[in-house]
Each structure stands twice: as structure tokens, then as C-alpha cells.
């Protein structure tokens, strides 16, 4: 054996390719070629041990020996002639050696041997009853209830206006349910006094005290967004008597006798401008419009590195593929954060059907822990394509020789689009061959994904849409996502506290005189309910599921006064920051409030104080109470008439050409 040779064979034993016994092998990427080392032919050979004539998958094949010369160039392949006397059969395309040792050290690295009672054992030990512990711990503090993407402590619930009357409130219920929050403030002193005593928060505390303006762009970064499933929007422009208020602003809060009232704030920046900003950051760095697993944004620079190329160069082959993330390479009409074109991520390279070889692709390494998706029904991946037959494959077993989940989708070339792949319509195969009797898809362990672009379909028969050569797919982003359907509403995503009386100013059926005095005083208030529409309509435009709620005048009585809701914007009244938080809070927990836009109040007129709902009272069913209500209500005039149940509805274009308006207005 030359020195070549047994350095090839210490390479594969380093990295923990071969087995125990003296004829070392090749394995973990859906192939195992025993490794034979041929005196006589002097070459290393790729054959099996059964006196070299049961051929590997995609053919056998030996290495020859480079002289010193040659070093510098791959490998030779050569396909055996089956006697084994090592002479070659024909020659083929040189392989690349190099890249393979490349490939399995990306993918399983060195194996390093440990003993059951190594520190690192030890360590992986702790960490695996840590995590345990700690879904055990969620798990005791609450979660009963909750939607699968808030359930076990998986996903954060960002509060708005956490210090407000409200959105301390909606904060202290949530941590009883067991939910992570992050509270977002602009005074972080003040939030801590009103949320933890003034105590710093820590880690694994379940509330995470943040410094933000929805009015300043710049402060809602990727950080900011960073696990957050749902938000809560209690921000709301200060509105403040104008003959002075104490540091209690217990006038304000009274909520029942009248004062002149100013406004503090900018209403058109509050209730729109920041409602515009926060809607375009959330629906880019969270997780509400589904959980984005891959995103060209810098706090994804860690997930893009984790794929890596696993092409046919690993059975023989000589087809090459790499992923790199592109300045500039993403749609035209979007913008990075700083302004300039926004990246992509671009699979690439050349595909071959040389050496019995045609497929190229990339997979992440496994993910530790395992990524947990039972929240979501579907991945969807934003692409631009080539016009080839693209393979997606979901593996949810940790092992490289292991059986995967895939699906297929085909692109159009120069196009942008969004690719839905269902798990309800995935595949369970083994490498080209469909798997009989699959066992259930896990979807709460997924360890690895897999992009290929191959000349095989899923049964085995031929990729109608393949051609070799160079190839190009760029991906935006991949997110797991929940699809709707007519039969089941998704819960909400973004509940968001806006007014009664929001559509009411300049409506020709009201009696203004007769009206609350925000409504009658409108303009005076800086066009105050002007714009707290105008954020609604940016909400319910973003495609986010969302409810609003419109609360009437609200006070510090306690909660459970009989409560009403309708649609339409007509209700006037008073209703407890108890009763909304607490309705805030139901509203992302019953999927019945999904797409909903309604006005609450109790049924108590003002001058009936109410001091608490009686011992043994039941809990209220949110189900029951917005399950009558309508989706798309908004009492505002659409088309000469008011959408108070049954309006008509919008034409496809005027619907576009408003969001395009509404988008302007929202960037000047």
C-alpha cells in the first residue's frame, strides 16, 4: 500500500467512517462502501468484501494510486471489471476526493471516542435534564389551554405599552398561564417598578423588561422580535386632563367623571405611524406570521451556516453545489434594514450525470435539540427559481442513512413565489423509493432538512423537469407556517387594543351631541380616532390573524360586570382595564376571535359602581361570546354603505390599489 493510500485509510479512521474490524468502510450518507486495499492492482478499492462482485449503489468503482506528479490532481475513478484484478474497465470522470473527506467532516466531523463517564458525557447528561426540568417546570406553572405555539413556554408573547393600565395587566395574566413575555417599554426603570419591584429580570424568569418605541423604526430590531409568536399591542396615545393630573394619574384612570381632555402624544405617530412599524417589523422578525426557521437577515448569519453541500460526489459522482447568502440577490422591492437590497440565499452550482451519478443538493446539520414544529401545519419557502423539479426532504430521525419526508415543487424561471409544502402530503421515502406502511410523521422532532435537485423523482422514475448542467434557486426565506382552512380559524397572532367610537366622527346617522366626548372632540384631539382607524386598517390589511378590540370608556372597577359585545361601532359605555386585559389575553388563546373587529362594554350604566362579581361565579366563555360575531365587520362606510354586518364586498383591485396606498403613507 503506498503512503497515498494509507493516508486516504487514517483519514476515513479519523472521522470515524470505518468500523472495528481490520477492512475499514465508508457510511452515513445513504451508502456503505467497505474499502478494499487491493495489492495486487496496487489501488485502493471502493468494492464490496464478497470477493469485490456485488456491486455498491451507483456501481463500483476503484481510486488509483497518483504518483508523486500527480498529487496535486483528484482522484482517478475507474469502473472495476468484477474479477477483481483491479484492471480498469473504462475510464471515467476524475473524483474529487478531497471534497468527499470535505463533506463528511462538515457533516459528522471527527468522532472522538468517550466513555459513559467523561466530562462530556457528563455534560450532555446535565443538559438533557436540564431541558426536561425545564418543559416540566412550564408545564407546572400553567399552559393548560394555550395554542400549541405558546404551550411548554415555545414561544414569546410580546406586550406594547407595558407599563399602560392595561398592558401591566395583560402581562401579570399571561405569566400566570405560563408564558414567556417580553414587556416593552420606553422608561425600562419605570417598568420594572410597575412589573418586578424594581428587580432586574433574569434569565428562565419567564419576563424579559425591554426598551422600545413603536414610533422610533430603529428600536424594533430582529433582537427585539427574536422567538416572539404573538403580540399584544397596548400602546395608545396619552390623552391627559387638561387642567393637570397627579403622578397616579388617578384623573385618568377614574375613567367615569369627565375632565377637558389634551392629548400628550402625536395621535397620527402613535396610533398609525407606529402601528405601521410595528406590523412590518413583527411580520418580518417574529414568528406570528409562522416561525422563520431561515431569513436573510443578520441575526440568521448562524442558521444559513448550518446547511452545507451533500452532493453525488459522496456515491461517486461528480456533480458540485454550494449555498452562499448573496447581497442584493433578493426581490427587487425589498430593502434591508439599512436600506440597500435586500440578501438571498443562492444554491448553486453544476449538476452531472457522470459516474452513475445526477443530484447535488444541500442539509443542515442536525439540530440539537431537535426543532419542535407541532405548532405549524406546513413549511413555506419564498423562492426564484430556474424552471427545474425541485426535492424538499424533512427528516425526523437524526440518523444520515435515515428515511425522510419530501415532497417536490417545481419553479418558473426569473420568478419570484411562495412554495407550500403540507405535512399532510409529504412522503416517507428512502432515498428514491416510497416507504410502505410510513409510521406517523413527527413533527415535534425534526432534526435536519434537505434540498436536492436530482434526476430522480420520489417513486424512483425520472425527474420529468430535470436537465444537467448549471443551476440556480434562490430562497428568501423558509418559515413553518399554519394554513387555514374553512373548517378550522387559526388563533390570533396580534390582538391589539385600539377604541369605541373610531368610525363614528363625520357619520351622517349619528347624533354627535349624543355621542362620548372623544368622538365630539375628534378634531380638537388631534384627529385622535382618525387615526386609531387608520392603524386598525393597517393591521387587518397585513394578513396577520389578528383581533381588534374596541373597548368603550374604560375604568379601575374590578373585572366580571356583565359583559356585551357587538359590531357596527355603536355601543357607548364603560367597561373595567380587568375585563380587557383579561379579553386581550382570551383573544389569543380562543380561535374564535380570530379576524374579528368588535366594540365591548358592561352592562352597567355609569352611575352604577360595580364592586366585584359575587363568590362562585363562573369563568367566562370567550367561545361562546365572540363565537356569533362576524368576521370583516368594521362599521365603517364602504362603497355608500355601512359594513355593519353583510357589506359589500371590495373588488380585488380596489383592494390592492389600497394597501399600495396605505404602504405609501406608512413609509413617508
Known amino acids: 500500500m503506498s503512503l497515498l493510500q494509507a493516508k486516504a485509510a487514517a483519514v476515513l479512521v479519523a472521522l470515524g467512517c470505518t468500523s472495528t474490524s481490520t477492512t475499514p468502510t465508508v457510511s452515513g450518507f445513504g451508502v456503505v ?3 478494499v486495499l487491493n495489492k495486487r492492482a496496487g489501488a485502493t478499492s471502493f468494492l464490496p468484501q464478497q470477493q469485490q462482485q456485488q456491486l455498491p449503489l451507483h456501481g463500483a468503482s476503484t481510486i488509483s494510486s497518483r504518483s508523486t506528479s500527480q498529487r496535486k490532481a483528484p482522484f482517478t475513478i475507474m ?19 478531497r471534497r468527499f473527506v470535505k463533506t463528511l467532516v462538515f457533516f459528522q466531523g471527527p468522532r472522538r471516542p468517550r466513555l459513559p463517564f467523561s466530562s462530556t458525557a457528563r455534560a450532555e447528561r446535565r443538559s438533557r435534564r436540564s431541558r426536561q426540568a425545564t418543559k416540566g417546570a412550564a408545564g407546572a406553572e400553567g399552559g393548560e389551554g394555550l395554542p ?17 393600565g392595561v398592558g401591566r395587566r395583560v402581562v401579570e395574566l399571561l405569566r400566570q398561564k405560563g408564558v414567556s413575555v417580553r414587556a416593552m417599554a420606553r422608561n425600562k426603570s419605570k417598568a420594572l417598578a410597575m412589573l418586578t419591584e424594581g428587580k432586574e429580570t433574569k434569565g428562565g424568569s419567564g419576563l424579559d423588561v425591554v426598551v422600545a418605541n413603536i414610533i422610533d423604526k430603529s428600536s424594533l430590531t430582529p433582537s427585539l422580535f427574536k422567538d416572539v409568536a404573538a403580540v399584544v399591542s397596548c400602546t395608545a396615545a396619552i390623552v391627559r386632563p387638561k387642567e393637570g393630573d397627579g403622578p397616579d394619574r388617578a384623573k385618568y384612570f377614574n375613567g367615569i367623571t369627565f375632565y377637558e381632555p389634551e392629548v400628550a402624544d402625536v395621535p397620527k405617530e402613535t396610533e398609525f405611524e407606529g402601528i405601521c412599524n410595528l406590523v412590518e417589523a413583527a411580520s418580518r422578525y417574529s414568528d406570528i ?24 460526489v459522496v456515491m461517486g459522482g461528480v456533480s458540485e453545489s454550494g449555498l452562499r447568502v448573496v447581497p442584493g440577490a433578493g426581490e427587487t422591492d425589498a430593502k434591508s434594514s439599512s436600506g440597500s437590497p435586500a440578501a438571498a440565499a443562492v444554491f448553486s452550482g453544476e449538476v452531472k450525470t457522470s459516474n452513475s451519478g445526477g443530484f447535488v443538493s444541500i442539509r443542515t446539520r442536525n439540530a440539537s435539540p431537535p426543532l419542535d414544529l407541532s405548532a405549524y401545519d406546513a413549511l413555506r419557502l419564498r423562492v426564484k427559481g430556474d424552471g427545474n423539479r425541485y426535492k424538499f426532504s424533512i427528516y425526523d430521525s437524526p440518523g444520515w442513512n435515515s428515511k425522510a419526508w419530501c415532497d417536490t415543487f417545481d419553479t418558473v424561471k426569473g420568478e419570484w413565489m411562495d412554495v407550500d409544502i403540507p405535512f399532510s402530503t409529504l412522503k416517507y421515502n428512502f432515498r428514491t423509493e416510497s416507504v410502505k406502511d410510513p409510521p406517523p410523521f413527527s413533527p415535534d422532532s425534526i432534526h435536519s432538512f434537505q434540498l436536492m435537485l436530482s434526476k430522480f423523482e ?17 430562497t428568501s426565506s423558509i418559515k413553518a407556517v399554519s394554513i387555514e382552512t374553512a373548517e378550522e380559524r387559526q388563533n390570533s397572532r396580534l390582538v391589539h387594543l385600539s377604541s369605541a367610537g373610531v368610525t363614528r366622527p363625520g357619520r351622517p346617522d349619528l347624533d354627535i351631541d349624543t355621542e362620548p366626548p372623544a368622538v365630539r372632540m375628534n378634531e380638537m384631539l388631534s384627529y385622535l380616532l382618525t387615526y386609531k382607524l387608520k392603524g386598525e386598517d ?23 360586570a356583565p359583559m356585551i359585545v357587538g359590531q357596527g361601532d355603536y355601543l357607548k359605555g364603560k367597561i373595567s382595564r380587568d375585563d380587557i386585559a383579561e379579553l386581550a389575553v382570551s383573544s389569543l388563546l380562543t380561535p374564535e376571535a380570530s379576524g374579528l373587529t368588535f366594540e365591548v362594554k358592561s352592562d352597567l350604566a355609569f352611575s352604577t359602581l360595580w364592586e366585584g362579581a359575587p363568590q362562585g361565579t363562573p369563568a367566562r366563555s370567550y367561545g361562546d361570546i365572540l363565537g356569533p360575531l362576524e368576521q370583516g365587520v368594521t362599521g365603517k362606510e364602504v362603497d355608500g354603505r355601512q359594513d355593519s354586518g353583510g357589506r359589500r364586498k371590495r373588488s380585488p383591485r380596489r383592494l390592492r390599489r389600497k394597501k399600495r396606498t396605505r404602504r405609501r403613507l406608512c413609509e413617508s
Open 33 to 35: 462502501i467497505p474499502v
Open 79 to 97: 469502473e472495476a471489471s468484477g474479477d477483481g484484478n483491479g484492471e480498469p474497465k473504462a475510464k471515467r470522470e476524475p473524483w474529487e476526493f
Open 148 to 164: 400549541p405555539f405558546l404551550a411548554g413556554g415555545k414561544g414569546v408573547v410580546l406586550v406594547t405599552g407595558a407599563t399602560g
Open 289 to 312: 406570521k409562522g416561525k422563520t426557521l431561515f431569513a436573510c437577515l443578520p441575526s440568521f448569519q448562524e442558521e444559513w451556516r448550518q446547511w452545507g453541500a451533500l452532493d453525488d
Open 458 to 474: 420520489l417513486d424512483g422514475k425520472l425527474n420529468p423537469n430535470f436537465s444537467a448542467g448549471p443551476f440556480e434557486l434562490t
Open 538 to 560: 393597517v393591521i387587518r390589511d397585513s394578513g396577520i390573524p389578528a383581533t381588534i378590540i374596541r373597548p368603550c370608556a374604560l375604568t379601575e372597577e374590578p373585572a366580571g
